[in-house]
């Protein structure tokens, strides 16, 4: 099982891996159905904006992001790579922040609070700790 997870030492590598596991269960749930994506999304405009095609399209950037995300987790040294998947985190912090204050399609509560907390929280994560990890 080791053998399997990152060799970098710190905890980084191992949240950027759960992180894409999740986003593996997410990304499949939004192939499924819309539903995941109408928890996420939950606000006033969001039963009937949400559509099957969004919820697939949300799920594809999941899944993309998730790529990045594990490779990061295994090359977490490589300057390029890291600055890759901290870009990801920032573009979903930034769409998500932007569809509840500047749109006002999502609402404050359990849809948008986890995204806000894994997203934001891994942003300082990642900035405070890159001394640590880039080379």
């Known amino acids: 099982m080791n053998s399997l997870l990152p060799s970098h030492e710190g905890m980084l590598p191992y949240w950027l891996l759960l992180i894409s596991l999740f986003s593996v269960m997410n990304t499949v749930q939004?192939?499924?159905t819309k539903s995941f994506a109408l928890r996420t999304y939950e606000g006033p405009a969001s039963a009937s904006q949400v559509t099957d095609f969004g919820a697939r399209m949300f799920g594809t950037w999941t899944c993309?992001?998730?790529v990045v995300r594990i490779f990061a987790a295994y090359n977490i040294g490589n300057r390029e790579v890291y600055?890759?998947?901290l870009?990801?985190?920032l573009i979903a912090l930034g769409h998500f922040?932007?569809?509840w204050m500047a749109y006002g399609?999502?609402?404050a509560g359990?849809?948008?609070?986890p995204v806000l907390i894994v997203a934001g929280g891994s942003v300082c994560w990642m900035i405070t700790q890159w001394n640590?990890?880039?080379e």
């Open 30 to 32: 939004c192939y499924r």
């Open 97 to 99: 922040a932007s569809e």
């Open 132 to 134: 640590f990890y880039v």
């Open 64 to 66: 993309l992001s998730c």
């Open 83 to 85: 600055l890759l998947a």
């Open 105 to 107: 399609t999502m609402k």
């Open 110 to 113: 359990k849809g948008l609070a």
């Open 87 to 89: 870009w990801t985190y």
